[in-house]
């Protein structure tokens, strides 16, 4: 993500002085608030797996996961490059492409199935 969209999120918070309202716990509540409001498009839909004509609401609300992720990182002091570059390469450790390649099983099931 560019930093001048992280910059852009906090100057908004900021702008508002809502900085005082953004503790982690507080964050972490609203980060599953509105994954479950994105998880709302999808509900009771006949065919889960076209998002076409829901394209504008997705964008909406995947939009409020991420901006409220860019807050709980700066909150607790983190990097959102670095944490996300450090879990793709535990992932790749957990998940290596020669067991896991069009297999969406658990990484603890994938030896078991190539033994």
């Not at 100057?11 to 508002?16: I, L, N, S, T």
């Not at 005082?20 to 065919?47: C, G, M, R, T, Y």
């Not at 504008?56 to 996961?65: C, N, R, S, T």
Request: charged residues 35%; proline residues 2%.
């Amino acid at each position: 993500m560019k930093q001048e969209t992280i910059d852009m999120v906090l100057k908004f918070r900021d702008d508002r002085n809502w900085r005082q309202f953004h503790n982690p716990k507080d964050l972490a509540i609203s980060v599953s608030l509105e994954a479950a409001e994105l998880l709302e498009v999808f509900q009771w839909s006949a065919d889960d797996l076209i998002c076409e004509n829901k394209r504008e609401k997705i964008k909406e609300e995947l939009a409020d996961v991420v901006n409220y992720c860019i807050l709980m990182a700066d909150a607790c002091g983190l990097d959102l490059d670095e944490i996300v570059q450090a879990k793709v390469k535990r992932n790749s450790e957990k998940y290596p492409v020669e067991l896991a390649y069009g297999n969406k099983s658990k990484y603890t099931e994938l030896k078991k199935e190539k033994a």
